[in-house]
């Protein structure tokens, strides 16, 4: 059974930074895809990054693009995801999410994309 524990979220100011952590465990397989998605109140759930594990591709959203940065920690099954340059547009429940099996991140562009596993979400909340 996958598991995924997020942390690292919280409040921050406007073009501060925060990092998010994904503690990952339980995958079958070494080669997957795991994403971050956002929802804010009223919005819809938007695919802001993936990372494949299986060849080391990423992707961003245009929104988040040259501003976020997603990582992996092989030794801790860890993925990150920093944030800089933070806007109060950025303010959501942030989840990791995964399948546990499709190798690329294509199906993770989109919000409507839903994954078996989710983390249990972290508030990142920008004042302005």
């Known amino acids: 059974q996958v598991q995924l524990v997020e942390s690292g979220g919280g409040l921050v100011q406007a073009g501060g930074s925060l990092r998010l952590s994904c503690a990952a465990s339980?995958?079958?397989?070494?080669?997957?895809?795991i994403g971050w998605f956002r929802q804010a109140p009223g919005k819809e759930r938007e695919g802001v990054s993936c990372?494949?594990?299986?060849?080391?591709?990423?992707y961003y959203a245009d929104s988040v693009k040259e501003r976020f940065t997603i990582s992996r920690d092989n030794a801790k099954n860890t993925v990150y995801l920093q944030m800089t340059s933070l806007k109060p547009e950025d303010t959501a429940v942030y989840y990791c999410a995964t399948d546990g099996i499709l190798r690329g991140c294509s199906p993770y562009y989109s919000g409507s994309f839903n994954p078996d596993y989710w983390g249990q979400g972290t508030q990142v909340t920008v004042s302005s």
């Open positions: 990372l494949s594990t299986w060849d080391g591709s990423t």
């Open positions: 339980g995958f079958t397989s070494d080669h997957y895809a």
